[in-house]
């Protein structure tokens, strides 16, 4: 699950600051594969998978497909092209019939990368200030900032601390001109790197530039990150016309815009007139990103033209720019979850809370080695969900009785990118969209323990998305609930409108969804791991992973075997619309 919506929702991160404050995964473009540093897991040994859905199955399955010999499986990257591989060969044991490009189980999913021209530059108060040194071009992040920055001159006006809601420039001064602020104030009093920003950036979205000067707080890490390609479908529009171009540049080049310290200025203040030219080339990625596509035909003549779709998401984040040692890294990560009470939308910590956490690391190793760790294996995000597809589709396979309807399993890429390969999918459908009845999607299903968030345990499931297009469909999941062995405790508190998580328009049914085919997201929800090193299958829970795979299995059985379509009694979205939870 990325960490908020690319296309459809304007902020791609729900603010920008929940990328400048995130401990790890990557939002940035693929690039060349370093050596990665393994955690050493120990996988199950090898054995005949069974016909239906098994926790050994399942613990088999996905120790392969999180390997760290699939390097993380980010879209564009031998990794993922593993990791497709993987899927691909695993649905032609299972006999399905491929539904990708030309008679193949792939559709390929034509990504670019837009990395900043380095030859970009701004000149500001007669000093030319270089790409990379004196500021950074921030991705546009879904549409939140513009592409390119181009002006034989702009003035430049100080706004203030960026996130100071007390202190705003007149809607008429704002239009044209390069907007610099000063870096926001974190918990402990100081600047930082670390904000909440979004309504600031709407209100100066008719900028030529919003300049942050922030980049002498940023870790080295995060801002080679930002420095990182953007990734889009080719062809596609990465950001707004007209809205401003975001900029992290120093304190120095601010002086540099502005004239004077920002301790001298009044809000409002004018400085020198800005000119420059800034903007990205477009680049191939390292290797194809690619859905994969297969379908079990359905055993109704009159139906087998109708599918139900079942989709989890191939692709994850890679490898990190530098190994850390595991076992410390989590047991860090697990007492920050405690102290934010196993929810995600918990209280961030103060400075002196993350302070305060000590780990033992003589203790953690005492049994073993240090583990040098640099691959984000994506056991849960999203390995549960794709391999719990392939356990769905061998579980249809060896059915004694096929379904009415055919069952479309469609694995799909660059999901952590913003949706890319849904979006693909289903603008250029490998079969008609006004065939597919339904979604079912699985998006991390391998944890939701009491340790991994709050309420969590043996029955805990979320459901987002169920009653928002049918209510016939939330009513199916329900009373289909009620028939499992151990029915599971669902919750909808992360489906509220309006939910801060914007749950609904973060994974891959939210691309069905647009185009008016009711969804499912089944999720067993985050956890201490997410978008982290540790996100390995070790720390799986693979019987309440079966119990999930069990019950999608079962409604999806029951959607195809109805007698009619599953009804839409809900507003169909614009599918090129925004998204709203």
């Known amino acids: 699950m990325p960490l908020s919506r690319h296309r459809h929702t304007p902020a791609l991160l729900a603010t920008l600051g929940s990328l400048l404050v995130g401990c790890g995964g990557h939002s940035h473009a693929p690039a060349p594969n370093p ?75 034509p990504l670019v990368l837009h990395q900043t021209d380095p030859a970009s530059k701004i000149l500001a108060g007669g000093t030319t200030l270089v790409v990379g040194q004196d500021f950074i071009l921030l991705p546009t992040f879904g549409g939140l900032f513009g592409t390119s920055f181009a002006s034989p001159g702009a003035e430049a006006i100080y706004g203030g601390r960026f996130g100071d809601s007390t202190q705003s420039l007149p809607a008429g001064s704002i239009a044209g001109k390069v907007i610099v602020f000063d870096a926001p104030i974190g918990p402990d009093g100081k600047p930082t790197g670390a904000f909440r920003g979004r309504a600031t950036l709407d209100r100066y979205s008719s900028a030529a530039a919003i300049a942050i000067a922030m980049l002498n707080y940023l870790p080295p890490a995060m801002s080679k990150r930002l420095s990182q390609p953007q990734v889009s479908v080719g062809g596609a529009d990465v ?59 359905g055993s109704d003549s009159t139906l087998a033209g109708e599918f139900v779709a079942i989709g989890g998401h191939n692709d994850h984040l890679g490898i990190d720019d530098h190994a850390s040692d595991h076992d410390s890294a989590r047991a860090a990560l697990t007492a920050r979850w405690r102290m934010r009470g196993l929810d995600p939308e918990g209280p961030q910590l103060t400075a002196a809370q993350i302070a305060s956490i000590h780990i033992n690391v003589d203790s953690l190793h005492r049994g073993h080695p240090a583990r040098r760790d640099s691959v984000f294996n994506g056991a849960d995000d999203d390995g549960s969900g794709a391999i719990s597809v392939l356990e769905l589709a061998q579980a249809f396979s060896n059915a004694k009785v096929r379904p009415r309807r055919s069952i479309l399993f469609v694995w799909h890429t660059g999901e952590e990118k913003g949706l890319l390969g849904s979006a693909y999918f289903t603008d250029n459908p490998t079969v008609p969209r006004d065939s597919i009845v339904a979604q079912l999607n699985m998006d991390m299903v391998g944890r939701g323990g009491a340790a991994d968030i709050k309420g969590g345990g043996p029955t805990y499931l979320e459901l987002v998305g169920s009653r928002r297009l049918s209510t016939e469909l939330g009513d199916i999941v329900e009373a289909v609930n009620k028939t499992e062995p151990m029915p599971f405790h669902f919750d909808y508190q992360f489906d509220a409108n309006g939910h801060p998580e914007n749950i609904y328009c973060r994974s891959d049914h939210y691309e069905y969804a647009r185009y008016g085919i009711p969804i499912v997201f089944f999720t067993t929800g985050l956890h201490q791991d997410y978008h982290q090193i540790t996100d390995e299958p070790q720390y799986i829970d693979y019987d309440h992973m079966a119990r999930v795979d069990h019950l999608v299995y079962d409604v999806a059985l029951r959607l195809a075997n109805l007698d009619h379509r599953v009804l839409v009694d809900k507003p169909k979205p614009d599918p090129h619309g925004q998204c709203r939870q």
């Open 239 to 297: 950001g707004i016309s007209g809205h401003a171009v975001g900029l992290v540049i120093t304190q120095q080049a601010a002086v540099r815009m502005l004239g004077a310290p920002f301790s001298n200025l009044q809000v409002g203040q004018s400085g020198h007139t800005i000119s420059g030219d800034v903007h990205t080339n477009d680049l191939p990625t390292a290797a194809p990103a690619r859905n994969v596509v297969a379908i079990l035909p």
């Open 35 to 109: 050596t990665p540093a393994s955690s050493a897991t120990s996988a199950p040994a090898p054995k005949r998978n069974g016909p239906g859905i098994s926790a050994a199955d399942l613990r088999q399955r996905l120790f392969a497909f999180s390997d760290d010999s699939m390097l993380g499986r980010e879209a564009g990257t031998i990794g993922n092209v593993k990791g497709t591989d993987y899927i691909a060969a695993e649905a032609a044991k299972l006999g399905l019939t491929p539904a990708g490009d030309n008679g193949t189980f792939f559709q390929t999913v």
